[in-house]
């Protein structure tokens, strides 16, 4: 009897995480959408589990000619009131090469090598912690939408009883585009 109650309470708590994963998937469906009706739904929009504190990315590619709004929705109770989004761009670059003396050595016959190079298009923590941005890409390229989630302020009393807040919560984000309408002459 007591090996089934054991198998019970594994089995319950599986179903929790699996009901939980379950949510977190279509979590981007509950964004607001755009106010412009010509914005679709981009296929690459995605939901997951974040846990609070460590920096998650999701990599896109934007088409030249299109707009894009991408925003974010979250569990607030978990993730907190406000989320640190970025727009990296990552380009490949040589590696500058220092001599001794801390000077560029430019001649060398070794194989150049290269390395990525992070360029942040977009941070929403200068611009008032922003939920969504809208922008025109100017060339097709692969880009990064990088999100951190500082969680929710502990409450004293939960530490004196000894609880810890859930440090896993639902982020989703929601990506739309439409052609980018011509405009002038």
Known sequence: ????????????????????????????????????????????????SVQVGVPTELNIIIYKGQD??????????????????????????????????????????????FEDVVKVIWNNEAHDMADAVEFTATSTKRIAIEVTAPGTPENPKDIKRGRSQPDIGCLGILIEHMPTPTIGF
């Open 1 to 48: 009897m007591h090996l089934r109650s054991i198998l019970l309470s594994v089995s319950s708590a599986l179903a929790l995480c699996t009901l939980a994963q379950s949510n977190c998937s279509e979590f981007w469906k509950t964004a607001p959408r755009a106010s412009d009706p010509r914005f679709t739904v981009n296929g690459q929009s995605k939901s997951a």
């Open 68 to 113: 894009y709004r991408i925003s974010f929705v979250y569990d607030e109770k978990i993730i907190g009131d406000h989320v640190v989004a970025r727009i990296l761009e990552k380009v490949r670059g040589p590696v500058k090469r220092l001599d001794g003396a801390g000077e560029e050595n430019k001649g060398t016959s070794q194989k150049p090598q």
